[in-house]
């Protein structure tokens, strides 16, 4: 706590009056990381009807790749904990794939629960999988596999949802 409380420039007594101990400071990051999440997927589905399939997979890969540019490498390493360990990060791991089921089911309401369900996992896991794309520091992973991860995710989406003309 005092790490943190020198490097927010903020005195460790008014940390310690906000958030007693790290788990609530970590259980208020979440939170807050979530609701920007919650925003995103409120925007993405009140156009949704309006977006092609290649631009709503576009969107959700994109989504988890912006959210880990803009999260630092704290909100990194409680985003990696396991869900186990962490009330709130099951929480917002369950949250996101159930913002991804309604998503799928507004673009896609023929598709019955089961299905969505399922595919909310696909997608979610190539979601994770973009972002430690663009998180590889050491290069390692070639351009032509970002847009082989992202033609793949539209050609899932094509080949599972009804498409309607936009």
Do not use: C, W
């Amino acid at each position: 706590m005092a790490e943190i409380a020198a490097r927010s420039s903020t005195k460790i007594g008014s940390l310690y009056r906000f958030f007693p101990n790290k788990e609530v400071l970590a259980n208020a990051l979440i939170a807050h990381y979530h609701e920007g999440v919650h925003n995103a997927f409120d925007e993405l589905d009140s156009r949704i009807q309006s977006l092609s399939i290649s631009a709503l997979a576009d969107f959700l890969l994109d989504l988890m790749v912006d959210l880990h540019k803009g999260a630092g490498p704290t909100m990194k390493r409680l985003l990696e904990i396991p869900e186990v360990l962490s009330v709130k990060r099951g929480e917002f791991s369950k949250s996101i794939h159930k913002h991804i089921v309604r998503t799928l089911t507004l673009r896609s309401p023929s598709l019955t629960a089961n299905k969505a369900q399922d595919m909310a996992v696909v997608i979610l896991g190539n979601m994770k999988t973009m972002a430690a794309f663009s998180d590889a520091a050491d290069q390692s992973v070639r351009p032509g596999a970002i847009e082989e991860l992202r033609e793949m995710t539209r050609i899932y989406l094509k080949s599972r949802l009804k498409t309607k003309p936009v």
